[in-house]
């Protein structure tokens, strides 16, 4: 994470809530001098004295910044200074979250809300699919498609184990959720292949279909016969590497690597299975 004066500012402004002689909005929660020394030492920073409450905020960051654990110390602090619970209303802490992001992001980080608390991660794990993903998922209301994805991009780098399952999760809450709203039964068992399967047929997905354009006929069929194999590797990679099933002594650990290609790969294939179900339904979102 590369830190800019201008996150650090956004930082000061969020938990100082600003000079206390302007008229001006607050961004942040206002907080007296000792106010913000007990917020610095709760998060584990050393109180820098440098004059009055600003000054003396921003002398504090600034150290901060040369300690070896700076980065993980920075992000806990803007995880705290965000925290939904410190404010009165939504729309303040919105406004909160915007004003930090504009900043964050621009060095390569976002913060946003998961599991109950702010999380601060690098923005990379947002591709452009899972962004979409993620919006068609809020749109239609599939809200266990949108907890599998959040939980695999929060715990691709930390937890990959944790990050294949839910990558897998996503897939099998993406069938469910289609199958329902289609009004079809769910299948008798419930892994994810019988669930692909039960969704193939209704979106005409086979690879095996014969009323495709000759001219294309034969790479459709066989980008059809990858989305077979991929949702299939998906699953098996969550039954040999992911922490559904538990964990032997010694078993091969996967890294971020693998979680991020599997979570991507699981959400292409996701908004796939959804544009195809928005086409056949009618029911098409336009994402802006």
């Not at 990379?124 to 998922?137: C, P």
Request: net charge negative; charged share 25%; hydrophobic share 40%.
């Amino acid at each position: 994470m590369r830190v800019s004066p201008q996150v650090i500012e956004g930082i000061v402004q969020i938990i100082s809530g600003g000079s206390g002689f302007s008229d001006a909005p607050r961004i942040g929660i206002y907080r007296t001098g000792p106010e913000i020394d007990g917020f610095l030492q709760a998060c584990g920073a050393e109180v820098v004295r440098d004059g009055s409450r600003l000054p003396t905020l921003r002398a504090s960051l600034q150290r901060v910044l040369e300690r070896p654990d700076a980065i993980q110390l920075l992000i806990n602090i803007i995880e705290v200074a965000s925290n939904p619970a410190d404010f009165d209303d939504e729309a303040h802490h919105k406004r909160v979250v915007d004003y930090l992001n504009i900043r964050l992001i621009a060095n390569g980080m976002v913060l946003r809300y998961f599991n109950g608390r702010m999380q601060c991660a690098p923005s990379n794990q947002s591709a452009q699919v899972t962004s979409d993903l993620a919006q068609r998922a809020s749109v239609f209301k599939f809200d266990t498609v949108q907890a599998d994805l959040d939980r695999a991009l929060a715990n691709a780098q930390n937890d990959p184990e944790d990050a294949v399952t839910s990558a897998s999760s996503l897939l099998e809450s993406m069938c469910r959720s289609i199958l329902i709203e289609m009004q079809l039964p769910l299948p008798e068992r419930r892994d994810l292949q019988s669930l692909y399967k039960a969704v193939r047929e209704p979106l005409n997905l086979s690879a095996d279909r014969d009323n495709l354009p000759a001219e294309i006929s034969n790479d459709v069929r066989s980008i059809l016969g990858g989305l077979n194999t991929i949702i299939q590797s998906v699953g098996a990679l969550r039954t040999h590497a992911g922490d559904a099933h538990g964990r032997e002594r010694g078993h091969a650990k996967i890294d971020g690597r693998i979680a991020r290609l599997a979570i991507h790969t699981a959400s292409a294939a996701s908004l796939f299975l959804l544009e195809t179900w928005e086409k056949r339904t009618g029911r098409a979102l336009t994402v802006h």
